[in-house]
Each structure stands twice: as structure tokens, then as C-alpha cells.
């Protein structure tokens, strides 16, 4: 395979050829059962970024983070940005990449000629992050699948095949079964990368694929890399931190940056020239990266001596730019196609296969919690299991074990709040980079979780209620769809609290915030007419007081007690503080709501049902705003 230097690129289709083991070659810009016109579309193009500045401000002070930093790249080349630590890399990767929320970015930045938009970022870049995570149940197969599927880069019985060339082309063979979980570092950066090769990119941002891996697998990748540049004709925009010297000279351009400026860039087999022009020669025996990194590392160089780097480029830069590239003219390569994507429907049901697998898998978000609450209700009926009895006196606790039958469980969402917020931060990357949209994510969550919460409710109230408590077997129907819609109204809290706070701790903190309240406003603790005014509205908003209303007339409705006070002949007379006569479960409710107000005898369960659904809606919305809000967040790139 050919993988020398494309130095002398014109705008002429360069050959991409590689032998077979007979040794005739053939054509691999291109899988044969691939779209040809999907995502790329655009076979030479050129991206431009001029004088970008990048400021953040805190407080009244503003810090410049980059500093007129320009350049141009074309199609098959990569740009290697390096620099010491603190440099600007990653801000400028996030600046040209719509990302930098956190400050301001001027300057021009256009693919084609166009300037970038979010729109034309989904439609023809992708960005490797420099922490990129994989969905953790799923192998390196399926990931790649369901990417292929989600980019719709093939006819369905295409999609193995691309995915097979694909897998063989990033060297993930040896790993191709294996969870993503259990990748290695070198293994996991290859599938990002193969991730995005799939989009067919015109464009490719790698933030650091190196870091963390030994010399040999940093070596492999980042050859990987130059390799694709060529055969994909994709620009590739890549930060890296001390390249070895192979490494370094199997680049075609280099960005050297300290302090948000540039101290060179150019073509690598030019740097070297410069340095010794301007009187800092390479020394015998060095890696040339090195060597510009020590040059201008403030942290460990004269600083003065640095700015003089820095400004002896800025005066050498407009003669550099004139001299780039003199071989091929930008301007001649315009205009951005479309990018063809799965329809709604069909995208909607590749996100709930997905889902459903990694649900299927995960040991804990779903299963392992159905399993608990399993447990944790069998341990609580059987703390109060004297209260099976349908004795007058055990009456209060029946409304307690009615309580912690649903409130454990809702407790435990807060694992929701740290596993929905990591699955977010996956999603965040996929809208990104264009693989999946926001409404397909939601939609397809949706529909998933919404039976899951009847199956909770079926081990969290089977065994424990029925076969424990001995709660009336013809009720179940009813009292499953109350439990689960009040879980549900949690599963959506957790869910907003998990878009909506980045940090997952403190979304864990709001979520128990929450609980206690529901607890605290449930009428239960305290009777509504005891609260001090204001803190009524709680009452209203929080969830138990509906559901410890309607479960206990559930349960209660068609129930006959043992009868008290016998032998009484008037109730004043007899001893017992709790007895209703006749022993309904009806008067045992109208007697029970003496001591907790929030019960009744007689209860709307319809009117009860409606409350519960439009507070879980309420949550979802909150939810589903979140995602839309997140999922469209990007920097903008005003005029200097
Ligand atoms: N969110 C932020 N808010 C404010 N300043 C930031 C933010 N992110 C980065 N910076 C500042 O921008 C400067 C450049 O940071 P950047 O992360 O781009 O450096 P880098 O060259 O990528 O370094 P490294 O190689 O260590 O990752 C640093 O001074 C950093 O403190």
C-alpha cells in the first residue's frame, strides 16, 4: 500500500491503490458495498480557519486564550497540532469544532468556502474526543453496526460486510466480540476512529488519540491515521503530544502553538529549515518534535525567549501563507453537499434495538434493580408482617408497608441519576457528530422504559403485597399501574436531573433532595392543615400524597376487618382508640384518616391517576427540554 507523503498534491484524484496478495492492486478509496454518495459526497475539499481568537472571561476580566491562529488545510493531509501543556489544543479543536461554550470565538471558519455550521459539522466532520467513551455492554462489532446502520451507509445486507472491511481496515479483528468495556486504550481510541470512518467524514478532529497509550501502540495509531487521511481523502485536524520522530515526520502539516499563538506552521519537512533560519538549529541526535516543544515551553524556557519565537513567526507568517499550498488553489474547491441519514421511523427503531440490548445487559440499571426491589420489599413485609392480618390495629401499618413498598424503590433511581447521566454524555457526542438525533433517542427511551416499569412493579409487588401481605389478589391490575406510575414519576426526575446537572454526584444529591421532600409533603409526616402555608404547595406538586391515597382505597376498597369493640354497646364506651363498625375497609380508612389526614374512605382513583400521569408528564417535558437544550448547545464564531 502505498504511504508515502502526498507532498506534491494537486487537485488531480490521487491513486489510492493498494496489492492484493496476486499482485494486482485495486481501488480502496471505496467499499463496494458501501453508498458511494453517502456523508463525504465532497472527493477534494478544503478547510480554512483565519485569524481565530478565543477569550474567556471571568468576572470583568478577560483572558485571550488563542491568538490569531490561521490556517488552511486540504483534503488527504493532516495537521498535527502540538504544543506544551496549556498550549490552547484542545480550545483550539473545541473552537473550530463549535464546542467552546465557555468563551468567545472570533475569526472565520469555512469548509469549502462555507462557514461552518452546526448543521454542516453533523453533515461532514466528526470529532474524536480526548475521553471518548463507548456504550460499555456492547462489543466493538455491534458499536460498528449500529454506527453503520445509524449513518445508513449501506443496503442492510451490505451492512456486515462494510462492517467486517472496516474492523480488518482499524485493526480491531482480535477484538471484534469483545464488549467495549474491555477494550484497551490503543484498541478503544481504533474504534472511535473507525466510528467516525464509517461517516465517511470531510473532515476529522482527533483530540489527542494518543494519550495514555506506550510508544509502539501511539506509533500504530497515529500511522492509522496518515493512512486514512490518504485512502479517505479526509482532512484530518489531530492535537498530539510529543510525537516520536517516525511519527512525527509521517505528518504533512504542522501547527506548533504556546500561549494560544503559533511559533510555526507549515509543512513538517519545512520546520526543521525555519527553526535553524530564525537561529534555533536542531541538535544532532533529536527528535525535531522535542525540540520545538522545548523551545517553546514557557513553563520551562526563558519566556522572553519564547514571545521572541512567537513573534519572530508572526513577522514571517504572510510570506509563509503566500508560499502554502502554491500548488493548488483553494477557491477552485466550493459548495457542501447533503448528507443522506436514516428516516425518523427507522432511526427511532435502531435506537430501541440498541437500547434494548444494553438494557438487556447491564446488570444494574434495570435488572439488578428489579432484583432488589424484589428483595428489599420482601425484607420490609416481613419486618411488618403482623400487619397481614386485617386487625383494626395494625391498620397504621399497613398504610406504612403501602409506603415503603413504592418509597424504597423510588429511592433507588438515584442510580438512574448517575448511569442516565454518563448515557448522556455518549448521546451528547452521537447528536454531535450527526449519528443519531435527539428526538429518536427520547422517543426510543421512552418507549422501552415505560413497560420496564410495569415489570418493576411486578417484582416489587408480587411476592411482597400479595404473597406477603396478603393484599386482595383481584386488585392487582390497579394497584400495579398506581406503584408504577409513581415510579415512573421518579425514573422522569432522574432522568432530568441527568441532562439537566453536568456533575453526576451533585444530580444524586438533587435526586435524594427530591425524595425527602415527596416524603416530607406526602401528608403522611404531616398533615396538610399542620404545614405552614406556603411549603402547602409541595403537598400539591410531590407525588405520595396521590399515591398513598389511591393505593390504600386500592387495597382497602372491598376489604371486611375483624370486628372490634365487641360486647360494647356503644362506641364511646369502648376502650380501643381505632375501631370502625361495621368493619369495612372503607369506615377502616374514614377511621385511619383521624390520625393521617391524607387517607380517605371515599377516593377518585381516576381523578388520583390523572394527577400521577400529568406529574410524571410534567418531569418528562422538563426531560425532553433538557435533551433538546443540551443536544443543540454550540459555540458561535463571530467577526473579529
Ligand atoms: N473551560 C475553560 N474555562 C476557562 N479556561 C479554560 C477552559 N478550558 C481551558 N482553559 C484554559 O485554556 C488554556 C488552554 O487549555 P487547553 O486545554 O487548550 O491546553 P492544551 O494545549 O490542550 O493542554 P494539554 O496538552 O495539557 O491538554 C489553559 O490555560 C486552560 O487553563
Not at 468563551?103 to 472565520?108: F, I, K, Q, S, V
Not at 527528535?287 to 519572530?312: C, G, Q, R, W
Not at 389478589?473 to 400495579?480: A, K, N, S
Not at 402547602?536 to 398513598?548: A, H, I, Q, W
Request: one cysteine or more.
Amino acid at each position: 500500500m502505498t504511504e508515502e507523503k502526498d507532498t506534491d498534491a494537486t487537485q488531480k484524484e490521487p491513486k489510492l491503490v493498494e496489492e492484493d496478495e496476486s499482485g494486482s492492486s485495486k481501488n480502496i478509496n471505496n467499499s463496494s458495498s458501501r453508498r458511494s454518495n453517502h456523508g463525504k459526497g465532497m472527493d477534494s475539499s478544503v478547510f480554512r480557519f483565519s485569524n481565530l481568537n478565543f477569550t474567556v472571561k471571568k468576572g470583568s476580566k478577560e483572558t485571550k486564550i488563542l491568538s490569531d491562529v490561521s490556517h488552511t488545510v486540504k483534503w488527504g493531509h493532516v495537521l498535527a497540532i502540538m504544543g506544551p501543556s496549556g498550549a490552547g489544543k484542545t480550545v483550539l479543536i473545541s473552537a473550530l469544532t463549535l464546542d467552546a461554550t465557555f468563551g468567545t470565538t472570533r475569526g472565520t471558519v469555512k469548509l469549502n468556502g462555507v462557514p461552518m455550521t452546526d448543521k454542516m459539522f453533523k453533515t461532514h466532520s466528526y470529532v474524536v474526543v480526548q475521553h471518548d467513551k463507548h456504550w460499555p455492554y456492547l462489543t466493538c462489532r455491534e458499536t460498528l453496526l449500529y454506527a453503520a446502520e445509524l449513518y445508513d451507509v449501506a443496503d442492510k445486507a451490505d451492512m456486515p460486510t462494510v462492517v467486517d472491511e472496516i474492523i480488518t481496515k482499524m485493526g480491531l479483528d482480535v477484538c471484534a466480540d469483545t464488549r467495549n468495556a474491555r477494550l484497551s486504550g490503543g484498541q478503544a481510541r481504533r474504534l472511535s476512529i473507525a466510528i467516525a470512518l464509517l461517516k465517511q467524514p470531510t473532515l476529522l478532529f482527533l483530540d489527542e488519540p494518543t494519550t495514555g497509550l506506550d510508544a509502539a501502540a501511539a506509533e500504530n495509531i497515529m500511522n492509522e491515521i496518515v493512512r486514512v487521511a490518504k485512502e479517505e481523502r479526509i482532512i484530518i485536524l489531530c492535537t498530539i503530544h510529543q510525537p516520536s520522530t517516525k511519527v512525527y515526520n509521517s505528518f504533512d502539516e504542522t501547527m506548533i502553538l504556546s500561549k494560544g499563538r503559533e511559533a510555526y506552521t507549515g509543512p513538517v519537512e519545512e520546520a526543521v529549515p525555519y527553526f535553524e533560519s530564525i537561529g534555533y538549529p536542531l541538535p544532532v541526535q533529536t527528535n525535531p518534535a522535542e525540540h520545538f516543544l522545548d523551545l517553546v515551553n514557557a513553563d520551562f524556557s526563558d519566556d522572553a525567549e519564547v514571545t521572541k519565537i512567537l513573534d519572530m513567526w508572526e513577522e514571517k507568517r504572510p510570506e509563509a501563507a503566500t508560499t502554502h499550498h502554491k500548488d493548488w488553489k483553494e477557491e477552485e474547491v466550493t459548495g457542501v453537499t447533503d448528507m443522506k441519514r436514516a428516516s425518523l421511523a427507522s432511526e427511532v427503531s435502531i435506537m430501541f434495538r440498541r437500547c434494548a440490548t444494553m438494557i438487556a445487559r447491564d446488570p444494574i440499571l434495570y435488572m439488578g434493580r428489579a432484583v432488589l426491589f424484589l428483595i428489599s420489599n420482601i425484607i420490609f413485609s416481613l419486618v411488618y408482617l403482623k400487619a397481614r392480618k386485617y386487625d383494626q390495629n395494625q391498620a397504621a401499618n399497613k398504610l406504612w408497608i403501602t409506603i415503603w413498598h413504592v418509597a424504597v424503590a423510588n429511592n433507588m433511581s438515584v442510580v438512574a441519576v448517575y448511569a442516565l447521566n454518563d448515557e448522556f454524555k455518549t448521546i451528547l457526542r452521537e447528536t454531535k457528530n450527526g449519528m443519531v438525533t435527539p428526538l429518536s433517542y427520547v422517543l426510543a427511551k421512552t418507549i422501552l422504559v415505560l413497560p420496564i416499569m410495569i415489570v418493576f412493579g411486578i417484582f416489587a409487588l408480587g411476592i411482597p403485597s400479595y404473597a406477603i401481605m396478603d393484599v386482595p389478589g383481584d386488585t392487582f391490575p390497579i394497584v400495579l399501574i398506581t406503584w408504577s406510575l409513581t415510579l415512573y414519576i421518579y425514573e422522569c426526575v432522574a432522568e432530568s436531573l441527568s441532562v439537566w446537572i453536568d456533575d453526576p454526584i451533585l444530580g444524586m444529591l438533587q435526586f435524594m433532595n427530591f425524595w425527602f421532600g415527596g416524603f416530607l409533603f406526602g401528608g403522611f409526616l404531616i398533615a396538610k392543615r399542620d404545614m405552614f402555608w406556603p411549603f402547602t404547595l409541595f403537598y400539591y406538586v410531590m407525588p405520595y400524597s396521590y399515591y398513598v391515597r389511591t393505593q390504600m382505597y386500592n387495597q382497602f376498597e372491598d376489604t371486611t376487618w375483624e370486628p372490634c369493640c365487641v360486647g360494647y354497646t356503644n362506641r364511646t364506651s369502648c376502650p380501643e382508640p381505632f375501631c370502625a363498625d361495621p368493619p369495612t375497609g372503607s369506615n377502616v380508612l374514614n377511621e385511619l384518616s383521624k390520625s393521617y389526614a391524607v387517607v380517605q374512605g371515599d377516593v377518585s382513583v381516576g381523578e388520583n391517576l390523572l394527577i400521577l400521569a400529568c406529574i410524571a408528564l410534567f418531569w418528562k417535558l422538563t426531560y425532553i427540554a433538557g435533551v433538546f437544550y443540551k443536544t443543540r448547545q454550540v459555540s458561535k464564531i463571530l467577526p473579529n
